[in-house]
């Protein structure tokens, strides 16, 4: 009965709506009582459709438009579920009244011409888990607002041209698949989070050649992979982003020779994080160029060779984590010119020789030297220091910088 009841009155939107002498007000009245609704949904399919310049299909009603899925049962019914208009050649904008579509749960506008600006009412869907726009021409910011469609599990922007995006945040989501591409238009990028999602495969390695402002690089708790030094590639981009100043790819799939351009990274950077993956290879000692290094994080790999002593230069360096890994040789003496050094995380390698006694010079809250192969006593001096063993690292530091962390996209 129910059923029979939205049909006719379903039936009756249409034909009011193509009865150009009916008032839009007088449709309102006629059905508001019943399902508010589903009126909505149809104004804002209309509002999607007068703004499509060109469509080479027809339609008919609205839930039989073509790509239309409507509900079927409880508050669903008669709503809009899915608008799957991918690849048909669409010409035009999208319009801010897809917002009012708040059960749509996948929207594909994949593969067609629209240009412009997403609308920041794309916020408003909050049961959206599915979002295509791959291989178009939006242009702008990706809305912040997208942050709210908490249930957005996969966002496609491929082949976009965001020729004024300056921050790419998408970070504490589900996201999967690659990161576009396209980035790497986005010259004006100053700001990439994307940490503890599921995105995969190689970081682009465009990535940081063209984007002079790219200064924030967040990329940590994903599953991006390197597997061997092409892939690395990206490392020798970034090194023209002479603004960076933090690179975290922590906690991801990263094997093969960390490069020695790692050299070359911008002297701006503050926070280098790389720990927990699989990066073999030796620390070139050039990264003692990177003179403002704050955090140098790369516990949990497979780096061999010796501690560079260059590092010795960092006057700002606060931590050192180099645990876990299969460093060898000694501690450099020259550590103790670190005045600012306060944790440093040396356990579980190879090293030998004797504990320096300069490291006393040091500011030193944490020493975690466990797990190596030192001979020696420990230098009186380093008994002051309150926790000489095993501790976690606290790894969760991106909060510092991402205290709206909430925004994302
Ligand atoms: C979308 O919803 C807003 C707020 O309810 C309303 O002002 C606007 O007219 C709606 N747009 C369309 C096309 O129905
Ligand atoms: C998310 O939604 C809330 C409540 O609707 C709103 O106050 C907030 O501004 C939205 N956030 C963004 C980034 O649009
Ligand atoms: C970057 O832009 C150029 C020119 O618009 C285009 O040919 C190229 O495919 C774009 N690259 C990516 C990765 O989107
Ligand atoms: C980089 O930033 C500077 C200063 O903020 C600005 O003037 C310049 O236009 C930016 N360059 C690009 C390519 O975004
Ligand atoms: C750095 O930028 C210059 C000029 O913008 C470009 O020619 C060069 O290929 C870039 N280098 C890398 C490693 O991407
Ligand atoms: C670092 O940059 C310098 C100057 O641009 C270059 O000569 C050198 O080969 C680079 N080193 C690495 C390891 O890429
Ligand atoms: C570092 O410390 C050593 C002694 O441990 C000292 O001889 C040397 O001059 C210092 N180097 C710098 C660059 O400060
Ligand atoms: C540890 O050092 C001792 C002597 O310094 C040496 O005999 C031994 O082989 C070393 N062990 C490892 C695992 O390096």
Not at 91 to 110: E, K, Q, S, V
Not at 148 to 162: A, D, E, P
Not at 320 to 341: C, D, E, Q, R
Not at 348 to 375: F, K, R, Y
């Amino acid at each position: 009965m129910v059923l029979v009841l939205e049909s006719l009155l379903l039936a009756f939107i249409f034909l009011a709506c193509h009865a150009a002498h009916v008032a839009p007000q007088a449709l309102l009245e006629a059905s508001a009582t019943s399902t508010p609704g589903v009126i909505s949904d149809y104004l804002a399919l209309m509002s999607f459709k007068s703004r499509i310049m060109s469509d080479p299909s027809r339609s008919l009603a609205m839930c039989q438009w073509h790509g239309v899925v409507c509900g079927l049962s409880r508050s669903r019914r008669g709503r809009v579920v899915v608008l799957d208009l991918g690849e048909l050649s669409l010409l035009g904008t999208i319009t801010p009244a897809l917002g009012n579509l708040t059960y749509m749960r996948r929207l594909n506008l994949a593969q067609n011409h629209f240009h412009g600006d997403l609308p920041q009412e794309l916020g408003n869907l909050h049961d959206l888990e599915t979002l295509q726009l791959s291989y178009n021409s939006i242009q702008g910011q990706v809305p912040p607002s997208l942050s709210n469609c908490t249930r957005l599990v996969s966002v496609s922007l491929h082949g976009g041209k965001f020729p004024n995006l300056k921050q790419f945040l998408v970070a504490d989501n589900q996201f999967r698949g690659t990161l576009p591409s396209s980035l790497c238009n986005a010259t004006m990028l100053q700001w990439i989070q994307t940490a503890s999602n599921f995105l995969s495969g190689t970081i682009p390695r465009c990535l940081g050649a063209r984007q002079k402002n790219l200064s924030i690089v967040w990329l940590e708790a994903n599953q991006f992979e390197a597997t061997n030094n092409v892939d690395w590639e990206v490392l020798t981009s970034l090194t023209n982003s002479s603004k960076m100043k933090v690179l975290d790819v922590g906690t991801n799939r990263l094997q093969g020779v960390l490069p020695n351009s790692i050299a070359n990274l911008s002297t701006q950077l503050e926070y280098l994080v790389m720990s927990y993956n699989n990066i073999a290879g030796i620390i070139t000692e050039g990264i003692g160029n990177l003179v403002n290094l704050k955090e140098l994080i790369m516990n949990h790999n497979i780096l061999k060779g010796v501690i560079p002593a260059s590092l010795s230069k960092l006057k700002n360096l606060n931590k050192l984590s180099l645990s876990n890994n299969a460093l060898s040789g000694p501690i450099p003496v020259t550590f103790g010119n670190l005045t600012k050094l306060t944790i440093l995380l040396l356990s579980t390698n190879a090293i030998t020789g004797a504990i320096p006694s300069s490291l006393s010079n040091c500011p030193l809250e944490v020493l975690d030297l466990s797990h190596n192969n030192l001979s020696g006593p420990t230098p009186k001096e380093l008994f002051s220091i309150t926790t000489l063993s095993r501790l976690g690292f606290p790894v969760q530091r991106r909060h510092r910088w991402t205290a709206h962390r909430s925004v994302m996209l």
